[in-house]
C-alpha cells in the first residue's frame, strides 16, 4: 500500500508542474537511444539499463550484463537518419565497476545547393550532420546503490561554433521494500545550460510496470520542465508490449527475444510530421 501511495504521490506532483514544451539541449540526443526506451516515452534515465545508459544514466550501467551492444539506424523522415551504438563492459581492475562507449549520429542527406539566393536550380546536393561520442562509468557503492559519470563530446560538420561537451552523474537505487527503483541525473553542458532529471519505476504491479520522469531544462536565464511516462505490459518472458508519453507525443512498441542473447525492439513515435519508426537490437556478449 505504502509503495502505491507513494508512486501516485509521484505522478500527481509532476502533473502539478507547469509544463513548458520546449527543448533547451541538442535535438538529435532526444530522439531516443534504444527503441524500447524510445517507446517507453524516453525515459531513459530509469528504463535505459542496457548499454544505452551510457547516454541516459550512467549508473545504470550496473544493470547490464557483463557486455553488452545496443545499435541500430533508424531512418526518420525524407532523407534524415539516426545512427546510434553503444557498448558496456565490466572493468577488468575492478568487479564493482563498469564501462561504456557510445557514439550518435544524424545525418541529412540530399540538401539542395544553391550558387546565390533565389536561385531556382541547385548546383547540387550536400550532406550535414551532428554526432556525439560518449564514455562513461559507473560504480555499485552498496548492494542497492550505484553511481555513474560520463563525458559526451558533440560536434557538427556544418555548423561552425557548434562543438560542446557536457557530462552527466547519475545515481540509480533498489528501493526493494516498496519494490521501486528510483534514478536522478544531473546534466551540465558547456554552452547549453544543465538538466536535471528524477524518474521512477514500480515493479510490484504483476505483469505492469510503470514509469515516471520529471526533466528540468535550464538555459541562462529561461527554464522549462516536461515528463515522460511509460508502460511496460509482460505477456511472456521474452515478449512485452511497451506504451508511452514524450511530452506531447504518444510512443509505443514492443520488445522480444529473438535468441538467448538478442533481443530486438520497436518504437512508433507519434509526431507532428507523422509516425516516426525505431527499431533497435540489444546484443549480450
Keep these: 500500500m505504502i509503495r502505491k501511495i507513494l508512486f501516485i504521490t509521484f505522478v500527481s506532483t509532476v502533473f502539478a508542474i507547469n509544463s513548458i514544451q520546449n527543448d533547451v539541449m541538442y535535438d538529435f540526443l532526444n530522439l531516443g537511444v534504444n527503441a524500447k526506451v524510445q517507446a517507453l516515452g524516453n525515459t531513459g534515465i530509469v528504463t535505459g539499463t542496457g548499454a544505452e545508459a551510457t547516454m541516459y544514466n550512467p549508473a545504470n ?23 546510434y551504438a553503444f557498448y558496456s563492459m565490466n572493468s577488468k581492475q575492478d568487479p564493482f565497476t563498469k564501462i561504456g562507449i557510445g557514439f550518435i549520429k544524424l545525418s541529412i542527406d540530399g540538401i539542395e545547393e544553391r550558387q546565390n539566393i533565389g536561385q531556382t536550380s541547385p548546383i547540387g546536393t550536400i550532406s550535414a550532420s551532428d554526432y556525439a561520442l560518449i564514455l562513461a562509468t559507473s560504480k555499485l557503492i552498496t548492494y542497492s546503490t550505484s553511481i555513474g559519470f560520463n563525458v559526451g563530446l558533440i560536434g557538427s560538420d556544418y555548423r561552425e561554433n557548434s562543438n560542446d561537451f557536457f557530462m552527466t552523474f547519475g545515481v540509480n537505487h533498489l528501493a526493494n521494500d516498496i519494490k521501486m527503483r528510483l534514478a536522478s541525473t544531473f546534466q551540465l553542458y558547456n554552452n547549453a545550460g544543465y538538466k536535471y532529471s528524477i524518474g521512477a519505476t514500480s515493479y510490484g504491479f504483476n505483469s505492469f510496470q510503470p514509469t515516471v520522469v520529471l526533466d528540468i531544462y535550464s538555459h541562462n536565464r529561461y527554464m522549462a520542465t516536461y515528463i ?58
Design 61 to 83: 550501467l550496473f544493470n547490464v550484463p557483463h557486455k553488452n551492444l545496443v545499435f541500430s539506424m533508424n531512418p526518420l523522415y525524407f532523407d534524415v537518419n539516426h545512427l
Design 228 to 285: 515522460s511516462l511509460g508502460l511496460e505490459y509482460t505477456v511472456t518472458d521474452s515478449f512485452s508490449l511497451l506504451a508511452g508519453y514524450d511530452k506531447e507525443h504518444l510512443t509505443m512498441g514492443l520488445s522480444t527475444g529473438l535468441f538467448d542473447s538478442v533481443d530486438f525492439n520497436y518504437a512508433a513515435v507519434f509526431a507532428a510530421l507523422g509516425t516516426r519508426h525505431q527499431f533497435s537490437f540489444n546484443l549480450g556478449i
